[in-house]
């Protein structure tokens, strides 16, 4: 019988079933950070155990950092003690991590595949909920809890449910001035933000595969928002070509047997799946969400929809969407006013979504009154865009031009909105107080669309600049 992907990787790493139904699962990847590992390390400590395959487990810093200042100590105290307790806790534990001074810190699921440490028919799991990014490369990736985290750490393994399969196929062509996030927010719109529960998602079709590994990590991210336990795109030449050379990636000879291996963990022809859920890529437009959750977004074109028009379970959160975003139903997206507009995180922080955004930047300035930063996810991200010139783009446009963190996507550092503020963003989740103002307001978009935004003091379909 043809067996997808998730069969093969999960049987690969399946080492027995508990008696609770659940899967011992070996995983082959561990990447921790500062946020999630503090109370795990310590009861390792308490429990006077090791961690148990420390060649398999890496660390960076990138929740806490602060984007314009990384001088240590940091500004902020608890900041600071954050960046100790890591750096002390992989120094006992014998781990690496990818500090400040290694040239090669940044958010965790930009370097895991950036690294070439993110590779086909992994088991990959993080403490944070968009570990399902690095299943664009090919691998079943899942975020976990603290206390999964002490478990991965003393014993390399999860206690995991098997999750059922649904495709998601792609199908025609994106137009010029859409991009991947939009396909997110299109998917997550339509199968809405529960729609995944107990799924993995595979995404498919002839979008996806005409995507650069960087548009596909976009998606895979997003495939928590949308419910799911993780996302995966299948293996192929993208994917092989993407990790070729990188320093964590198989060298050589030893990089062909990676390949031959990396191929057969493909979903064969003639898989069946638990769902398939299709969508015309042709018909997708820049999207803009309008409400308190990534399901809750419309077209650029489109007007933002009113309660009545949902499904009645819907309502409720639509009616408070709008009460707490201070919107009207029937009023369109295009020319809401923005104060903020943010281009980063790991969903939109990488080079290529940097350059999209250049792109857009070249033709203005930004507009009066607006804050806009621009946060590369990584060190080598950075050093990549500064060697083409994208950083001095954003500053002759009044862009900021920020060091590698998590920055704005999360309040957990300096970057956060004040009272009220509208942020363009395009981070990867509009929840209430999100990017650290308790009243703050987050509309998600492309990174070229937060370009667009930034220049004009509004929402603005991308195309009309692009044209
Ligand atoms: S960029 Fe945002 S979503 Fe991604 S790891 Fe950092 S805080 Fe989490």
Not at 56 to 78: E, K, N, V
Not at 429 to 458: C, K, Y
Request: charge should be neutral; hydrophobic fraction near 40%; aromatic fraction near 6%.
């Amino acid at each position: 019988m043809a067996r997808t992907s998730l069969d093969k990787v999960w049987e690969a790493h399946a080492i027995r079933t508990l008696p609770s139904g659940q899967t011992q699962l070996l995983i082959g990847l561990h990447l921790i950070h500062e946020v999630t590992t503090p109370q795990a390390f310590q009861m390792l400590k308490d429990l006077g155990l090791k961690v148990r395959m420390p060649e398999r487990t890496f660390g960076t810093l990138d929740h806490i950092i602060p984007t314009l200042s990384q001088g240590r100590p940091f500004a902020d105290p608890m900041a600071e003690e954050m960046a100790v307790q890591m750096i002390r806790n992989s120094k006992d534990f014998g781990l690496p991590l990818f500090d400040l001074d290694s040239g090669r810190q940044g958010i965790v699921h930009v370097i895991g595949p950036e690294l070439g440490l993110t590779q086909p028919g992994m088991t990959i799991a993080c403490g944070d909920s968009h570990t399902s990014t690095h299943g664009a490369v090919g691998a079943i990736a899942f975020g976990i809890g603290t206390s999964q985290v002490r478990d991965v750490l003393a014993t390399q393994c999860l206690a995991m449910a098997r999750p059922k399969l649904r495709q998601i196929r792609v199908e025609g062509a994106l137009a010029k001035g859409v991009y991947a996030k939009d396909v997110s927010l299109t998917i997550i719109g339509k199968l809405g933000v529960k729609g995944g529960v107990g799924y993995a998602y595979e995404y498919a079709g002839p979008a996806i595969e005409r995507m650069t590994m960087e548009e596909r990590l976009t998606i895979c991210n997003m495939s928590i928002e949308g419910g799911a336990r993780c996302g995966y795109v299948n293996p192929d030449q993208t994917s092989f070509e993407y990790l070729r050379g990188r320093p964590y990636a198989p060298q050589g000879a030893a990089f062909d047997r990676a390949v031959t291996w990396w191929k057969s963990v493909a979903t064969e022809a003639g898989a069946s799946f638990d769902d398939v859920a299709r969508l015309d890529g042709s018909a997708i437009e820049p999207v803009v969400t309008w409400g308190i959750n990534p399901g809750q977004s419309v077209s650029v074109s489109q007007r933002i929809p009113s309660p009545e028009s949902a499904p009645e379970p819907e309502r409720p959160t639509y009616r408070e969407a709008l009460a707490f975003m201070g919107f009207e139903a029937g009023q369109p997206i295009k020319g809401t006013r923005i104060d903020v507009a943010f281009v980063g995180s790991c969903t939109n922080g990488r080079l290529s979504d940097l350059r999209a955004a250049a792109e857009v930047a070249k033709k203005g300035k930004v507009a009066k009154g607006i804050r806009a930063l621009i946060v590369p996810g990584s060190q080598q991200v950075a050093k990549a865009a500064e060697a083409e010139g994208l950083h001095e783009i954003f500053q002759a446009a009044g862009f900021q031009w920020r060091k590698a963190g998590c920055s704005m996507c999360l309040g957990m550092n300096d970057d956060k909105l004040q009272g009220r503020e509208i942020c363009a963003s395009s981070s990867n989740r509009n929840f209430i107080g999100r990017q650290g103002s308790p009243t703050g307001r987050t509309l998600l978009m492309s990174p070229a669309m937060v370009a667009a935004a930034a220049i004009t003091g509004a929402v603005t379909d991308v195309r009309e600049i692009l044209r």
